[in-house]
């Protein structure tokens, strides 16, 4: 359904009021919302990350390396915890 010339004129007037009262709706245009595809890619990726994390923390702790065990530390719990963040910061 397409809008008439003056019913767009009308909503972008009331677009630009809106904005001018709160500079914050701006950033509602910016905003897209989540398909149930990307949401399924987040957290498919955020769970592939953690188990690749694990492996990787516990493959340092047999070889006896600190460096490997804090990587595959910072994987297990940093990535998944990006990705909540972001999904945090979006909806703010």
């Given at each position: 359904m397409t809008l008439r010339d003056d019913e767009l004129r009308s909503l972008a007037e009331i677009e630009?009021?809106?904005t001018e009262t709160d500079p914050k709706l701006s950033?509602?245009?910016e905003l897209r919302p989540l398909t149930?595809?990307?949401t399924a890619a987040l957290i498919s990726g955020s769970l592939a990350m953690h188990a690749s994390?694990?492996?990787i923390a516990v493959s340092g702790a047999?070889?006896?390396?600190p460096a490997t065990v804090a990587i595959g530390?910072?994987?297990a719990v940093g990535f998944p915890a990006l990705?909540?963040?972001?999904?945090?910061?979006?909806r703010r």
């Amino acid at each position: 359904m397409t809008l008439r010339d003056d019913e767009l004129r009308s909503l972008a007037e009331i677009e630009r009021l809106l904005t001018e009262t709160d500079p914050k709706l701006s950033r509602l245009a910016e905003l897209r919302p989540l398909t149930p595809g990307s949401t399924a890619a987040l957290i498919s990726g955020s769970l592939a990350m953690h188990a690749s994390g694990i492996v990787i923390a516990v493959s340092g702790a047999g070889i006896g390396s600190p460096a490997t065990v804090a990587i595959g530390s910072v994987l297990a719990v940093g990535f998944p915890a990006l990705a909540v963040w972001h999904l945090w910061w979006r909806r703010r």
